[in-house]
């Protein structure tokens, strides 16, 4: 057996390392011939959300990834890590993030139903703008169906919608 010095044990050819001008290290394939850079759709988009008793209407144009909601900026309007995240996912999921500046009017319901609302709003908007290319990650990751659930009604003759004081049989 002939032992070469590109071969790691596994017998994988290893991939070489170069240094350019700054000293820095580059691997001599380029990390974007593996995944084909996704075509520049740069146009406007607008949508409305909805999520419990939010409504979100959303306008994205293209930009910096700047975020307007109620003329606040993402993090002072959802303070909320895990809120500025589903109200991203659309653009995490596109790998769009910073392409966009997203201008939204949002009002009713919570915190939570407001995120929601956003995010649904921002995928119908992204779906608007390129339909053949951004559909299918956005359906498949379902983002583009509305999320139906809403709080049930409280009935007549109970506490709450299923609350029901306690039974006593004597």
Do not use: C
Request: proline share 5%; net charge positive; glycine share 10%.
């Amino acid at each position: 057996m002939t032992e070469n010095a590109d071969l790691n044990p596994s017998g994988e050819v290893e991939e070489t390392y170069e240094t350019n001008a700054d000293g820095v290290y580059t691997s001599e394939s380029d990390a974007s011939a593996d995944t084909p850079a996704r075509p520049a759709t740069i146009a406007p988009g607008a949508a409305t959300g909805r999520r419990k008793e939010a409504v979100a209407r959303v306008r994205i144009v293209p930009g910096t990834g700047e975020w307007r909601i109620n003329g606040r900026t993402l993090d002072n309007y959802f303070p909320n890590k895990l809120h500025q995240q589903i109200a991203n996912e659309p653009f995490a999921e596109l790998q769009l993030e910073g392409r966009f500046d997203v201008i939204a009017r949002i009002h009713g319901g919570g915190t939570a139903g407001q995120a929601g609302a956003l995010r649904l709003g921002v995928a119908r908007s992204l779906n608007q703008i390129d339909e053949e290319t951004n559909r299918p990650a956005l359906k498949k990751a379902g983002l583009l169906t509305r999320d139906a659930r809403v709080v049930e009604r409280k009935k007549a003759g109970l506490k709450k919608a299923r609350k029901a004081s306690q039974f006593s049989k004597r």
